[in-house]
């Protein structure tokens, strides 16, 4: 496997925990967002979007950080990222695409740059931007898990799962942005607990051998 990423890019942040709880071994291939390295014409011919990740494996490129979780879940069963009931795996996805479909697109490197570039929004307004969707997203969260039964040490039970390896990315973002994690202790909790276990405390953006 072959895991192309960015140190910073939450995204790829998911895909290193998934690949880490599912004790699977992996070549980083670091492509720096912010020299635009994700430009490159060799890079685009194996994800024209653009972005990161992308993983590598038996010969096919997969793209999107839920679709490459959901491959490893389905050609790596073991742990298990999502619950046995599908009632419950549809409570895992919700959770997770607050995150994933809500939050994290419209507070990407890609649109603060543009924000800034392109519309000359100062670093506050940028921050107070990113700041306004993360905090309703994360409210929304909070709600869906706080009084709900299903909730344990994790967002579902005791074991980590897809919500988790989305949360804990995201956490990390809304610290760039001051967010204010008491507002939120159900998902303080959570992040915490997660942070106990060297599969999220070790892929940790700093720790990554192409952070700076």
């Given amino acids: 496997m072959q895991l192309y990423g960015y140190f910073r890019s939450s995204a790829s942040y998911r895909v290193r925990i998934a690949l ?6 992996y070549d980083l291939q670091p492509v720096h967002l912010r020299r635009g390295e994700q430009q490159a014409p060799d890079y685009v011919a194996r994800n024209p979007q653009g972005l990161v990740p992308a993983l590598v494996h038996d010969g096919s490129v997969f793209t999107q950080s839920l679709a490459i979780v959901e491959y490893l879940e ?3 069963p073991e ?4 619950p046995a009931a599908a009632v419950d795996r549809a409570w895992v996805r919700a959770l997770a695409q607050v995150v994933a479909c809500d939050i994290h697109p419209i507070n990407n490197l890609r649109v603060l740059q543009y924000l800034e570039k392109d519309l000359e929004l100062d670093e506050g307004a940028r921050g107070a931007w990113a700041r306004r969707w993360i905090e309703e997203g994360f409210g929304a969260m909070e709600a869906m898990l706080k009084n709900d039964p299903r909730t344990g040490a994790h967002c ?3 074991r980590p799962t897809l919500a988790d390896v989305c949360l804990v990315p995201q956490v990390f973002n809304s610290q ?3 967010v ?6 159900t998902l303080a ?7 106990r276990l060297s599969p999220f405390k070790d892929q940790a953006p700093e720790r990554q051998p192409d952070a700076e």
Avoid: Q, T, V, W
């Fill in 20 to 25: 880490s709880l599912k004790g699977l071994d």
């Fill in 74 to 76: 389905e050609r790596f």
């Fill in 79 to 82: 742990p298990a990222l999502l």
């Fill in 156 to 158: 579902f039970g005791d």
């Fill in 176 to 178: 760039r942005f001051a």
């Fill in 180 to 185: 204010d994690m008491g507002r939120y202790p």
């Fill in 189 to 195: 909790r959570i992040h915490d607990n997660c942070m």
